[in-house]
């Protein structure tokens, strides 16, 4: 172990050491420039028994780790302290202008070089050797000035690496985050991934190092497998996304020379963030250059694997904490004060051991009974689970109760079997064993088919209230698009976030979306038959609860029917469920007249229908400041059938007294 306060005193000794050798070397060229006598004074041989003291120490002083890291030879070594003596030592500057007799040459020059050290090569500014290719000095030529007079300038990194202080080039840092290692458990399941990855790249000896190809949609697992990796390799981890790398080829070039500077003279690693990339259609992308240009050890985190990257790479398949590991974190969180909480959030929800931690820690501040203590975790998981879906969907404040929607028994009672299903999947799944057996199917699927207003939204805000989930509308603009390839890309996006849990996927007018596959006559349908394929994948591979509205249920793909575990059929309501629902439809705070609603429940009427009349009679109640009367809720229930382009028979919309008068 190497005690940092005693190398940054000797490197300062040898820093100090190191400036006296130069400025005993800038006074010797001085003074031969206007006399023939020895250049070598006692006080120069002096200056380099000194040096050579500091250079002989272990660990080596900074300046001695570049010339080894980066292979500077002998020349250029002196060269770059040349250059950083300038940042270093004020007296610098001025030995310069004396040294090459011009007052306005107060820099140091390749000529000065040539003239002040020993072993002088004329190759040393070329772009490929180590001063330039590492980007340690800078050339600032002067039109009309021979190169060999353009002035040198040692890089601010290197100058300040030289002083002891290590840290990322303030360049790099722009682009770059160091992922946080404090808070990071790698779940038992991906140890072995881990071990894995760290046996191949310490094997490494020669050559290039594979690239690691971290696969999957969760991006905190895989930043938690490469945190692992990089600590037992002895490498700390930085973040870049695709999305900043340079498109300019010079710009390019120039980041990862600073990189591979940096991992040389840095314990580092490199997590490239590219989980939104389109894989094979990136070949020209900033990113494959990147990546084919780069060296290192380097994490690559996309969706699925890049191929293609004229170096070698390792595949590693990432997913999440198993149910059961979910469960034995939550345990611990909870310090065993926890009843059934464990199993019922990690039957409901997909959270990284972070999430847990940070959930658990929150709620169990000031809960006061076991009940307290359930709805804090269960809400803390609502809301932990919803940024990622708030951008891709639209997200129902779910109102409706079991007591307001009013179906026929059999529809009832299937819904009521698609939350208990929803609600003891943790327990057949997990428990009993059935998840053991199975790899796809493992969520719940449901078709509510039937005409507008027949209470298909209500249902599924039903079945959320009750379960206590959040419900999102699947936006039908904001997923479907014209361009090839783009609503794969929207649909993986969606499910990815919704693979969480914590909500229903409530996918209206899906005919449009899980249509049926099309003859293929060109690129379009070919694309298009390829996009319902793979979402007839996800959804069948979807561990949470999808719910697809249509009122077209013919229209559907065959093959997608299939998948369906559960189909509810939303028909016209009869007469009992319309009377039913003109009760239900007004709140009890509302003032109302004497209502017939026998008379009311006999109008070909939908739910949706109904709700619309009994709003607009409310509001025409409160204009005239009284009482919801019969004649407003029929004149309110004529509009509504009149919007639809429905029959009407001008009796069934005149009040009793309108009749008997016109009789």
């Known amino acids: 172990m190497i005690d940092v306060m005693l190398w940054q005193e000797s490197n300062s000794l040898y820093l100090s050491a190191a400036m006296a050798w130069l400025r005993s070397r800038l006074e010797n060229l001085s003074a031969t420039a206007s006399s023939a006598d020895d ?15 500091c250079v002989e120490r272990e660990p080596p002083p900074a300046l001695e780790l570049v010339t080894r890291l980066l292979g500077l030879s002998s020349f250029e070594q002196n060269v770059l302290l040349l250059c950083a003596g300038m940042e270093l030592d004020t007296r610098i500057a001025a030995l310069c202008a004396k040294a090459q007799d011009n007052p306005d040459r107060s820099y140091p020059t390749f000529a000065l070089a040539l003239s002040l050290f020993d072993h002088p090569s004329w190759d040393i500014l070329s772009p490929e050797r180590p001063l330039r290719y590492w980007k340690l000095i800078e050339l600032f030529p002067v039109s009309g000035q021979p190169l060999t007079v353009s002035c040198l300038r040692a890089d601010d990194r290197i100058v300040n690496f030289l002083k002891g202080l290590n840290y990322l080039d303030e360049r790099l840092l722009a682009l770059m985050t160091s992922l946080d290692v404090s808070d990071v458990e790698i779940p038992p399941s991906q140890r072995l991934l881990r071990d894995e990855v760290v046996a191949e790249l310490a094997q490494v000896t020669s050559g290039r190092i594979p690239v690691v190809q971290l696969l999957g949609s969760d991006t905190d697992a895989k930043q938690a497998l490469a945190i692992g990796a990089a600590q037992a390799l002895g490498r700390r981890v930085y973040r870049i996304s695709e999305e900043v790398l340079p498109n300019h080829n010079t710009d390019l070039d120039l980041l990862i020379r600073l990189w591979e500077r940096e991992s040389t003279l840095l314990p580092l690693a490199l997590y490239v963030d590219a ?48 149910p059961e590991e979910q469960q034995i ?35 169990c501040e000031g809960h006061t009974t076991p009940e307290d203590l359930s709805n804090r975790l269960w809400d803390a998981c609502r809301v932990s689970v919803r940024p990622r879906l708030d951008t891709l969907a639209q997200r129902i404040d779910a109102k409706a109760t079991w007591n307001d929607i009013v179906l026929p028994a059999t529809e009832a009672g299937l819904l009521r079997e698609i939350a208990a299903q929803v609600g003891s999947r943790g327990k057949v799944y997990g428990e009993w064993g059935f ?15 039937g ?41 993986r996006r969606l499910f990815d976030a919704a693979d969480d849990g914590g909500a229903i996927l409530f996918f209206d007018e899906a005919d449009a979306l ?22 007839l994948q996800r959804i069948e591979a979807y561990r949470g609860l999808a719910i697809l509205a249509t009122n077209m249920k ?58 619309n009349a009994a709003l607009n009679a409310a509001f025409q109640a409160a204009a005239c400041g009284s009482h919801v009367t019969m004649q407003m809720v029929l004149s309110a229930a004529r509009t509504e059938m009149l919007k639809l382009d429905r029959p009407i028979n001008e009796g069934d919309f005149q009040s009793r007294e309108a009749v008997r008068e016109i009789a």
């Open 451 to 491: 005409d507008s207003g027949t209470g298909k939204t209500m249902a599924a805000e039903v079945i959320a209230n009750d379960l206590r989930l959040n419900l999102y509308r699947i936006d039908l603009s904001a997923v479907v698009s014209k361009y090839i390839g783009e609503t794969g890309k929207n649909l």
């Open 554 to 611: 013919s229209s559907l793909d065959t093959a997608f029917m299939r998948r369906l575990r559960f189909i509810v059929n939303f028909n016209f309501p009869g007469v009992s469920e319309r009377r039913r629902m003109w009760q239900q439809v007004f709140p009890s705070e509302t003032p109302l007249g004497n209502l017939d609603y026998v008379r009311l429940a006999r109008l070909n009427l939908t739910g949706g229908t109904i709700h």
């Open 329 to 363: 974190a939550w345990t611990q969180g909870l310090n065993g004060d926890s009843g059934d909480n464990p199993a019922l959030l990690a039957g409901q929800f997909n959270l990284n051991f972070t999430a847990i931690r940070r959930i658990t820690k929150s709620a």
């Open 39 to 53: 250049p070598f004074s006692s006080k120069a041989i002096h200056a380099d028994r000194d040096l050579t003291t």
């Open 435 to 449: 998840g053991n057996r199975m790899n796809r199917g493992l969520g719940i699927s449901a078709l509510f088919a």
């Open 514 to 535: 899980f249509g049926k596959r099309s003859e293929v006559k060109d690129s379009h349908d070919r694309y298009a038959n390829i996009e319902i394929n793979y979402l």
């Open 275 to 322: 989980q939104d990339s389109d894989g094979p259609n990136a070949a020209q992308s900033s990113l494959r250059r990147f990546l084919t240009r780069v060296d290192g050890i380097m994490f690559l985190a996309c969706r699925d694997q890049l191929p293609g990257l004229g170096r070698a790479s390792l595949s590693i398949d990432v997913a999440r904490a198993t």
